[in-house]
């Protein structure tokens, strides 16, 4: 073999294994997006059912612990209860309580 096939045969491997190095770069760099864009959904999927969950563990405790303030709705239709220190509050989407000034408090509306 001469020399000038040998160096066009070594620049080929060169070219071949670069390509495929930076080709498989590319790929997990590709992998690792998705990976993140998956645990992000899965993420907000997980914390919106926690929310549920707990706002609806809140909601069934009180109803055994506090009065349910019959007649009456929150500011936008939500059920009010009353703690043992006549305290007016509705339960949020998250489970947390949240207290109403007696002007926030409405007759309940028929749907």
């Known amino acids: ?14 070219i071949t ?28 999927v997980a914390n919106k059912t926690a929310n549920k969950t707990a706002s609806v563990a809140v909601k069934g405790a009180m109803k055994i612990t506090d009065k349910t303030y ?6 936008n239709g939500e059920t009010v209860y009353i703690d ?3 305290r007016k509050y509705f339960v949020d989407d998250k489970g947390k309580k ?3 000034k007696a002007s926030e408090i409405r007759d309940k509306q028929e749907k």
């Open 1 to 14: 073999m001469n020399s000038i096939t040998l160096r066009k045969g070594l620049l080929a491997v060169t």
């Open 17 to 44: 294994a670069s390509a495929l190095f930076f080709g498989q770069q590319g790929i997990a760099q590709g992998i690792d997006s998705t990976a993140k864009k998956i645990g992000k959904k899965t993420a907000a």
């Open 70 to 75: 019959k007649g009456k709705e929150g500011p």
């Open 84 to 86: 043992k220190n006549d």
């Open 98 to 100: 949240v207290y109403l």
